[in-house]
């Protein structure tokens, strides 16, 4: 389950709900150094997840102000999923990531997750520099962490919350597709995303108009090349068609059955 929570992370973002607070068109979107962030400083998102129609978990997502980090105009943008209702009375489960962002180029500068599935625990650690990304991951059994090393050579590594601000900022045509590779825990992940195009779609913050994103994710070897093999996992993402590009509803298709991940809160300064 916790990889299917964070399949859906990876995606686009995190998801919960009771009062639900209304989307309200927003301020054009924020540019640095001439590309839009794909962030929006202090805003913040709460989702409900369920799987097969049934409560399962809560996530939610916050990004922070932009500010100066170890030399790097920067924000930091910290997401977390738990099960919750009956499931979490059975297994808890919990996914926790903070990423530190530099804004002038959207890409990660520094990650850290924490992970609770049951008994086990796992920390990974990873920092950037230019194409090369160095995780380091230890579980709570083991005595020692493990250090990984990725060379993506001419392409981006992301993670999980800059691949979102990435998707949020895309503008592009009905049937475009682009690539993303990104690093969740010891593994490199290619996502595919293919714009599919607009509609209107009813939620708990009311009916939207949304942007619709169809993708499927791979895993890769350390060459970036997708592992032989079907994707691991296909899902489909609607964003606001506004200048917010916020994630509404994310679904994805799992052994377990469909998980699919309601927005019912947003705020924004």
């Known amino acids: ?9 990876l995606a686009l973002a995190a998801c919960a709900g009771a009062e639900a607070t209304p989307l309200v068109a927003q301020e054009p979107a924020i540019t640095v150094a001439g590309r839009e962030l794909g962030l929006h400083p202090g805003e913040a998102m709460t989702y409900d997840v369920q799987l097969a129609g049934v409560l399962v978990g809560e996530a939610q997502l916050a990004v922070g102000e932009i500010g100066t980090i170890d030399g790097h105009q920067a924000i930091v943008v910290k997401s977390r999923a738990a099960t919750a209702g009956a499931a979490a009375l059975i297994k808890q489960i919990v996914d926790e990531s903070t990423t530190v962002i530099d804004v002038e180029t959207g890409h990660p500068l520094k990650v850290e997750m924490f992970a609770v599935n049951g008994d086990k625990k796992s920390i990974a650690k990873v920092t950037f520099a230019d194409k090369v990304a160095t995780v380091t991951y230890q579980r709570s ?7 990984l090393r ?4 001419t392409t981006t590594l992301h993670d999980m919350h800059t691949a979102m601000a990435a998707i949020r900022s895309w503008r ?14 010891r593994r490199v992940w290619k996502i595919e995303i293919k714009y599919i195009g607009e509609e209107t779609i009813g939620s708990a913050v009311g009916n939207r ?13 350390r060459d970036l090349s997708a592992e032989p093999g079907k994707a691991t996992r296909t899902f489909r993402v609607w964003l606001s068609d506004d200048a917010d590009r916020v994630p509404i509803k994310c679904t994805a298709h799992t052994e377990l059955g469909d998980i699919v991940m309601n927005l019912t809160e947003y705020s924004r300064p």
């Open 1 to 9: 389950m916790i990889l299917d929570m964070r399949a859906l992370l």
């Open 141 to 147: 059994e083991e005595a020692r962490p493990q250090t």
């Open 150 to 153: 990725f060379d993506a050579r």
């Open 172 to 185: 592009a045509a009905p049937g475009t597709v682009r690539t993303v590779h990104l690093i969740g825990g």
């Open 209 to 221: 108009r949304a942007i619709v994103l169809e993708g499927t994710s791979f895993r890769a070897r």
